[in-house]
């Protein structure tokens, strides 16, 4: 039970990010980087991939985890997951939810402020990627087209924190399946031990700066 509800929950990320950043990327190449047009765009990808995602072949993504998990105990498996969903949310995507009024919110803006920002209020200005005018223009708009989105909706950048704490979650599904897919633990320990990691300073706080574009690239 645990295991597929992390691996459909990491489906349905994975494929949201995919069609935000794939819609936003396209739109901004063709100038035409719109609310209308991102939401359609959006909503149409997001529901290609995850049909695609979710029926590549009979089992698929679950026939990927092998092998099985060794058993445990019912009421050991229950306070894992309770530990882990209690800790990763008050800890973290939380914290990094309430942008820039919580403590987050020093560690994503330094970076941020710096060209990220800037890079997705000017995509939301001028429509386009095509202005290179601003430091780091030339760069494409993955990340960046995440935070865009916020700004169209709302006219501000703070929904940047929900754009982090999705991209924390989606870490933490990652290493959870991780650990799963390669040992035998029980899916609700997985994410135990994934969120233990993210309390590693420079570890989480490389999540937020330089490590998120990794992370996003290989998504």
Same mark, same amino acid.
Request: aromatic share 12%.
């Given at each position: 039970?645990?295991?597929?509800?992390?691996?459909?929950?990491?489906?349905?990320?994975?494929?949201?990010?995919?069609?935000?950043?794939?819609?936003?990327?396209?739109?901004?190449?063709?100038?035409?980087?719109?609310?209308?047009?991102?939401?359609?765009?959006?909503?149409?990808?997001?529901?290609?991939?995850?049909?695609?995602?979710?029926?590549?072949?009979?089992?698929?993504?679950?026939?990927?985890? $092998?092998?099985? &998990?060794?058993?445990? =105990?019912?009421? @050991?498996?229950?306070?894992?997951?309770?530990? *882990?969903? !209690? #800790? +990763?949310?008050?800890?973290?995507?939380?914290?990094?939810?309430?942008?820039?009024?919580?403590?987050?919110?020093?560690?994503?803006?330094?970076?941020?402020?710096?060209?990220?920002?800037?890079?997705?209020?000017?995509?939301?200005?001028?429509?386009?990627?095509?202005?290179?005018?601003?430091?780091?223009?030339?760069?494409?708009?993955?990340?960046?087209?995440?935070?865009?989105?916020?700004?169209?909706?709302?006219?501000?950048?703070?929904?940047?924190?929900?754009?982090?704490?999705?991209?924390? $979650?989606?870490? &933490?599904?990652?290493? =959870?399946?991780? @650990?799963?897919?390669?040992?035998?633990?029980? *899916?609700? !320990? #997985? +994410?135990?031990?994934?969120?233990?990691?993210?309390?590693?300073?420079?570890?989480?706080?490389?999540?937020?700066?330089?490590?998120?574009?990794?992370?996003?690239?290989?998504?």
């Amino acid at each position: 039970m645990g295991q597929t509800l992390l691996i459909r929950l990491y489906g349905v990320l994975f494929c949201l990010v995919f069609a935000l950043i794939f819609t936003g990327q396209v739109l901004s190449f063709a100038g035409h980087y719109r609310l209308l047009p991102v939401l359609a765009g959006s909503v149409l990808v997001w529901l290609a991939a995850l049909w695609l995602y979710f029926r590549r072949a009979p089992g698929w993504p679950e026939q990927a985890f $092998l092998p099985p &998990a060794t058993p445990a =105990a019912p009421r @050991l498996d229950a306070l894992c997951m309770v530990l *882990a969903v !209690l #800790a +990763l949310s008050s800890a973290f995507l939380l914290r990094l939810a309430l942008f820039p009024g919580s403590v987050a919110g020093n560690v994503i803006a330094g970076d941020a402020l710096s060209y990220h920002f800037v890079r997705a209020v000017e995509l939301v200005r001028s429509g386009t990627m095509w202005d290179l005018a601003i430091a780091y223009g030339e760069y494409p708009a993955g990340y960046e087209s995440l935070v865009s989105l916020g700004v169209l909706l709302t006219g501000t950048v703070y929904p940047a924190g929900l754009v982090h704490a999705l991209i924390v $979650l989606l870490l &933490a599904l990652t290493l =959870a399946l991780l @650990l799963r897919r390669y040992t035998r633990l029980p *899916a609700a !320990l #997985a +994410l135990l031990l994934a969120t233990l990691v993210l309390f590693i300073p420079d570890f989480f706080s490389q999540s937020l700066v330089v490590g998120k574009n990794d992370l996003l690239l290989s998504v």
